[in-house]
Nanobody
Framework: QVQLVESGGGLVQTGGSLRLSCAAS?????IGWFRQAPGKEREFVAC????????KYGASVKDRFTISRDNAKDTVNLQMNSMNPEDTAVYYC???????????????????WGQGLQVTVSS
């Protein structure tokens, strides 16, 4: 059973930066970040392949957010820059089974989920 522990959420001003981290216990395949704002569906943010060679980003965060992975530490980071109020949401780390090695933006590809982190961007 894989457990995911997230850290790094909080409050930031428009134009600022935050870094989210996700520590995984056990072997995982792709790891991704999703977010959910009040009254909206859960949205894909970014993911990274098991090897860390491939990444994929949602259209609304591309060129502002960067996902990285350290397999030696079983940690995935999401660096968020140039943030705006539309980035306000609860952010979830998600991991797929070890055999799912390649990037995917589909919710159904991920079996394990973290508890969620609140990220608030003030205007």
């Amino acid at each position: 059973q894989v457990q995911l522990v997230e850290s790094g959420g909080g409050l930031v001003q428009t134009g600022g930066s935050l870094r989210l981290s996700c520590a995984a216990s056990g072997r995982t395949g792709i790891i991704g970040w999703f977010r959910q704002a009040p009254g909206k569906e859960r949205e894909f943010v970014a993911c990274i392949s098991r090897s860390a060679f491939s990444t994929k980003y949602g259209a609304s965060v591309k060129d502002r957010f960067t996902i990285s992975r350290d397999n030696a530490k079983d940690t995935v980071n999401l660096q968020m820059n140039s943030m705006n109020p539309e980035d306000t949401a609860v952010y979830y780390c998600a991991a797929a089974d070890y055999d799912k090695a390649y990037v995917s933006s589909s919710l159904s590809a991920y079996r394990y989920w973290g508890q969620g982190l609140q990220v608030t961007v003030s205007s």
